[in-house]
C-alpha cells in the first residue's frame, strides 16, 4: 500500500530498525522526541536538516516569535544547546517547530 502512495521503501518498524535501513537522507521530521534524536542523526547525510515537532525548542525556534520574553527565550536557548550542539558536531542542522502555534496577520 504504502507503495502506491508513493513510498520508497516500506519499513515494518516491528521488525527493522529504520537506522539500519535509511541512509543519506536530506532531512528527518521528527515526531517522536527527544529518544529518538540520535537514531534520527545518524541517517541524515552530512549538512541534513532534522526538524522536530517534539524534541524540544532551540535559539531559532525562540528568535522567531517577537512576543516570547526574554526569560523564555533564554531557556529555549539552554533546552535546545544539547540538540544545536549535537547536530553541528556531525555537520548537519536542527530546528524545532510548534504546530499550534497560530500566526494572525
Not at 537514531?39 to 522536530?52: C, N
Amino acid at each position: 500500500m504504502s507503495q502506491r502512495l508513493g513510498a520508497d521503501k516500506f519499513i515494518d518498524y516491528t521488525t527493522e530498525q529504520y537506522t539500519v535501513v535509511l541512509k543519506n537522507y536530506d532531512y528527518v521530521i521528527d515526531t517522536r522526541g527527544a529518544g529518538e534524536f540520535s537514531k534520527q542523526l545518524k541517517i541524515l547525510k552530512s549538512g541534513g536538516k532534522l526538524v522536530s515537532l517534539n524534541a524540544g525548542p532551540n535559539v531559532r525556534f525562540a528568535s522567531q516569535i517577537p512576543e516570547l520574553s526574554t526569560s523564555k527565550k533564554i531557556l529555549f536557548s539552554i533546552l535546545g544547546t544539547p540538540f544545536d550542539g549535537t547536530a553541528k558536531c556531525q555537520k548537519k542542522s536542527y530546528d524545532f517547530i510548534y504546530g499550534n502555534r497560530m500566526v494572525c496577520s
